[in-house]
């Protein structure tokens, strides 16, 4: 159980271009979900919080007009780069979870490469 | 403030020998710990987790963790490495800046553990 499925898993595209990544909670219903952001041998950088119907919470020094989310159900949270340019290329993976002492799920993460 | 120390980049142990990578911690109240695998180009998969309780806690692939309340600690153990253990570590406590359901995790810097045949 509690699985979380991230689509694409890889992506490579120009520069200018946005790019849409997919979190889906497959058997369970995620009343919170995370993006986090991992540069090479880092730890996870946590970019927003969103809840289901609402606005997402970014941390400090992300860009929301730059990284548009949207969770617009409770198995659905989309993260679009927009406009994505070199500097965006980087290993991004999101989490969810059911309940507030439940452990967060994550999916297998999407490689953006950025040219 | 609250921090979570992995203070080893990397762990090299042999297969068939037990293995430990440490963790500490620095929160205030009671804490929430958490330890998560990362298998390469993969997302993070959960261990096992300490909320109150047993401090001997048991999770996933044979791990464990003991919680340690006077030094601040939330080791991840198991008896006997595998190779297929390989992989990158971290702990996790919960941030207690905010209470409510949308609750964040503070993340170690992670540790490389290396199981060697």
């Known amino acids: 159980g509690a699985v979380v499925s991230q689509h694409p898993s890889w992506v490579i595209c120009k520069s200018g271009t946005s790019v849409k990544i997919e979190c889906r909670s497959l058997?369970?219903?995620?009343?919170?979900m995370f993006w986090y952001r991992q540069f090479p041998k880092q730890s996870l950088m946590l970019m927003a919080t969103?809840?289901?119907?609402?606005?997402?919470?970014?941390e400090q020094g992300v860009e929301k007009d730059k990284f548009l989310i949207n969770h617009a159900s409770l198995t659905l949270s989309t993260l679009t780069v927009t406009s994505a340019h070199p500097e965006d290329s980087s290993f991004y993976i999101c989490?969810?979870?059911?309940?507030?002492?439940?452990?967060?799920?994550f999916g297998d993460g999407t490689r953006l490469s950025i040219l | 403030a609250q921090s979570v120390a992995q203070p080893e980049d990397q762990v090299n142990v042999a297969e068939g020998n037990p293995l430990t990578v440490k963790c500490t911690y620095s929160?205030?109240?009671?804490?929430?710990l958490f330890w998560y695998v990362q298998y390469p180009n993969r997302g993070l998969q959960f261990l096992l987790k300490?909320?109150?309780?047993d401090n001997l806690v048991k999770g996933s692939y044979g791990f464990e963790a003991e919680f340690n309340k006077s030094q601040t600690s939330f080791h991840l153990k198991k008896p006997s490495a595998l190779v297929s253990d390989s992989a990158l570590y971290f702990c996790?406590?919960?941030?207690?800046?905010?209470?409510?359901?949308?609750?964040?995790?503070?993340w170690g810097a992670g540790t490389k553990l290396i199981i060697k045949p």
């Open positions: 989490s969810a979870r059911d309940a507030e002492d439940q452990p967060q799920h």
């Open positions: 058997d369970f219903q995620a009343t919170t």
């Open positions: 969103s809840n289901e119907g609402s606005k997402a919470t970014y």
């Open positions: 929160v205030s109240g009671n804490p929430y």
């Open positions: 300490y909320i109150t309780g």
């Open positions: 996790a406590v919960r941030d207690i800046r905010r209470m409510d359901s949308n609750y964040q995790l503070i």
